[in-house]
Nanobody, 123 residues
Framework: QVQLVESGGGLVQAGGSLRLSCAASGRTFSSYAMGWFRQAPGKEREFVAA????????YYADSVKGRFTISRDNAKNTVYLQMNSLKPEDTAVYYC????????????????WGQGTQVTVSS
């Protein structure tokens, strides 16, 4: 079992920044990959970024590449998503997720999910 709790969402103007955090507990954090996903109203949940168990490899969706950075601190059991140059189309509920067996961008591969944190970007 893995428990995930996101924080750091909020309301920001276009061009601004936010940093999301996801605190994990349960299994050994450094043994599994982590990802961030988002879901806007009326849309399917989509991949945003993922990071390997060691933090040495990262993947990004094309829509956020160059603006968002995923990182992790295995000593603190926490994964982060630094979001810069935010756009109104980034507005969504953001979820962190844990993939115990693989390191992918596929939503269906992830085993555990947080409750989500709302990010709203005003124009």
């Amino acid at each position: 079992q893995v428990q995930l709790v996101e924080s750091g969402g909020g309301l920001v103007q276009a061009g601004g920044s936010l940093r999301l955090s996801c605190a994990a507990s349960g299994r050994t954090f450094s043994s599994y990959a982590m990802g961030w996903f988002r879901q806007a109203p009326g849309k399917e949940r989509e991949f945003v970024a993922a990071i390997s168990w060691s933090g040495g490899t990262t993947y990004y969706a094309d829509s956020v590449k160059g603006r968002f950075t995923i990182s992790r601190d295995n000593a603190k059991n926490t994964v982060y998503l630094q979001m810069n140059s935010l756009k109104p189309e980034d507005t969504a509920v953001y979820y962190c997720a844990a993939d115990l067996l693989r390191f992918t961008t596929a939503t269906m591969s992830y085993d555990y999910w947080g409750q989500g944190t709302q990010v709203t970007v005003s124009s």
